[in-house]
């Protein structure tokens, strides 16, 4: 861990296009997160909404590309959907996830970005009206952190 409350994953990238790629990644990263059991309206309320933030994507090539990041969770029960999309200076991606609660303020789940076919787990933990989150999948890892 770099820092309280952040992870920071380094991994390679097989995917056609490391820039978008690591903008898919960043991404997904930025994300996080529902319930395992029933939430209170005030847990739920930790994750739904709007975040947005920044972060870096490693590349296998040991390049880090810094990218910018939006995403909207909505949760429904036990879990919760997030849609975001993430740019840099040349490329801009999209991606969806699934996630689930582990704690109060841990989620865990899968993301897709079906521009590029890639699949792979995001974690995310939150504090206050902060969101860090790390990603891996598609053999690359990005490190993320978002605010309200």
């Not at 395992?36 to 972060?55: D, F, I, K, M, Y």
């Not at 076919?117 to 978002?146: E, F, K, P, Y």
Request: glycine share 12%; net charge positive.
């Amino acid at each position: 861990m770099y820092g309280r409350g952040t992870r920071r994953i380094n991994m390679s990238f097989h995917l056609p296009s490391s820039r978008s790629c690591l903008l898919s990644i960043a991404a997904l990263i930025t994300f996080g997160a529902a319930a395992a059991t029933a939430p209170s309206a005030q847990q739920q309320s930790l994750l739904a909404g709007a975040w947005s933030g920044g972060g870096t994507v490693t590349l296998r090539s040991g390049n880090v590309e810094k990218v910018r990041c939006r995403a909207t969770f909505s949760q429904s029960g036990n879990g919760a959907s997030m849609s975001a999309s993430c740019a840099n200076a040349t490329a801009r991606v999209t991606q969806t996830a699934e996630l689930t609660r582990v704690s109060p303020t841990r989620y865990v789940g899968e993301f897709h970005n079906s521009e590029f076919n890639i699949s792979g787990s995001i974690r995310i933990t939150l504090s206050g009206n902060t969101l860090n989150a790390s990603l891996s999948g598609g053999g690359g890892a990005a490190s993320m952190t978002m605010n309200r």
